[in-house]
């Protein structure tokens, strides 16, 4: 273990204060009272996820980093890095059009299947595979693009759009908040230019998460709620897509109000996504998003546990239809749905079944799961009723998950 991991995590969060920031300088930057911060620091009690994500953007870090499962600034591993300085590139290089040297570009169907497979590893939580098929396409996409006219540029703007897209979700998984917001924006523009009412409407879908990851809550739930009253279908007679890109858009709103733990504004949001899933009446995917049945239920989950209705979330994870998840269903999806049951089952006592929810995502995600911060806070809980099994845990994962 690493120093840095040796930590307690009040001591992390006071060394990354530093000295030019005081308690009342964080608890006003976190948005949080100075109690809050005291106690924090002096590592009595838990933090919340929502006030581990408060104290992250406050400080201009992951919540990895202060729990301690990756340490300031060497927290990624270098294939990541190295992917991640491929990516940075190509969103930056391809939208100021320095793209001299690409030879001859792929065609229009060529670069349509290359952003495909782009979403698939994103899914698959293959950050190498991501940034070398999302540069590719950026790369050779903006070159024709640039040539193009008609029908052809419309069709390049869109894979283009969604390719930068999966660009900024990739780069705000590891916390990489400019980058995300940067090929957001080259997203944007590609969007309004080829006029698609639904590539738009998931783009803000992205917004949302990024502003999530950064606990910028109020912000994360308006852009949502904006944007899907700006798609919201007739459900007389739905289009499908603009279905998709509402549930998907009500999903974001209700996990956005249920890390502020306002659980009427998280259900009022969840029962409009899960209407709207039931009227698709089966998954379906579009442009890298996932959206039906089964994506509303699981995280249905998710907002529960935030809300800390924890019965509730297992009951709902107990019922006969979540307990084989379809096949179809991506390994970073289900995986971050097991985090949820995970954290659940240790709330509700059920330390075993916990431990051993995490363990199966450890062996299933290793290198997805280190980003995250729920299995540093099911770690420290479950570690008050088997330290061994915790630290078994960590050695699959590879981080530590308790100082």
Known sequence: MSNWADLSTGKRIKHLRGSDLTQQGLAEA??????????????????????????????????????????????????????????????????????????????????????????????????????????????EGQVRFNSATGFEREQLALVLASTYRVAASCANGFGKRDLALSALTSAKHLAKEAGDPVVSALLESTLSWIYLRSAKTPRAVAVAERAALAIEPSFSKPARPELLAYGRLMISAAVAASRRED??????????????????????????????????????????????????????????????????????????????????????????????????????????????????????????????RVRSISELIGVPLIA
């Open 30 to 139: 976190a948005g949080v009272s100075l109690a809050l911060v005291q106690k924090a620091e002096q590592d009595r009690g838990e933090l919340s996820v929502g006030s581990l994500l408060k104290f992250a953007a406050a400080l201009k870090t992951d919540v990895a980093v202060i729990l301690g499962q990756q340490a300031p600034r060497r927290g990624m591993n270098r294939d990541d890095r190295a992917a991640l300085h491929h990516l940075s590139e190509a969103v930056h290089d391809s939208a100021l059009g320095e793209w001299e040297g690409v030879g001859d570009p792929s065609t229009l169907g060529e670069l349509s299947k290359a952003r495909d497979l782009a979403w698939a590893a994103y899914w698959a939580s293959d950050s190498a595979k991501v940034s070398s098929l999302a540069s590719k396409v950026l790369m």
């Open 263 to 388: 659980e009427h504004a998280a259900d009022d949001y969840l029962s409009q996504a899960l209407a709207a899933a039931a009227r698709l009446g089966r998954d379906e995917k579009l442009y890298g998003t996932h959206f039906g049945p089964t994506a509303a239920k699981t995280e249905a989950v998710g907002i529960q546990v935030a809300v800390k209705n924890y019965g509730r979330a297992l009951k709902l994870a107990d019922e006969p239809e979540m307990q084989k998840l379809p096949r179809t269903m991506s390994k970073v999806a289900r995986n971050r749905y097991k985090l949820d049951v995970a954290l659940a089952q240790c709330m509700a006592g059920l330390y075993d079944r916990s431990a051993d929810t995490l363990t199966e995502v450890a062996l299933d995600a290793p290198q997805w799961v280190r980003h995250q911060a729920l299995p540093g806070v099911i770690g420290k809980r479950l570690a008050k009723v088997s330290v061994a």
